[in-house]
């Protein structure tokens, strides 16, 4: 899971008008960084989590095809849940965590 939805505080006035994760770094935003590492690491499926300024980096997955890999979009939009949150937020997304964690360690969902 790629988590960008923070507000990229530590960042201003960079994120002002733009989420941290399409901060360009090396010519690439850093998004892109993390989805092409991925990618080339084997994945082909990514959930990323997005609030601030979420339609920019719907935007961007859109306009770049989503780089080739399935992404998932855990949507904060209405309220920014934080690591936790957003990890219990997406985790119908994890199927490998359904098989592999026991029924006591999964994650409540309200």
Do not use: W
Request: overall charge positive.
């Amino acid at each position: 899971m790629i988590f960008a939805a923070g507000l990229g505080s530590r960042l201003k006035p960079i994120t002002d008008t733009r989420p941290k994760a399409l901060v360009t770094v090396g010519g690439k935003t850093m998004l892109e960084h993390i989805i092409l590492k991925l990618k080339a690491a084997g994945f082909d499926e990514i959930v990323i989590n997005v609030h601030h300024f979420s339609n920019q980096i719907l935007a961007f997955l859109e306009a770049n095809q989503n780089f080739g890999v399935n992404i998932q979009i855990s949507d904060e939009t209405d309220c920014l849940l934080d690591t936790g949150g957003g990890l219990e937020k997406a985790y119908h997304y994890y199927t490998i965590l359904r098989i592999c964690l026991p029924k006591k360690a999964k994650p409540r969902m309200n």
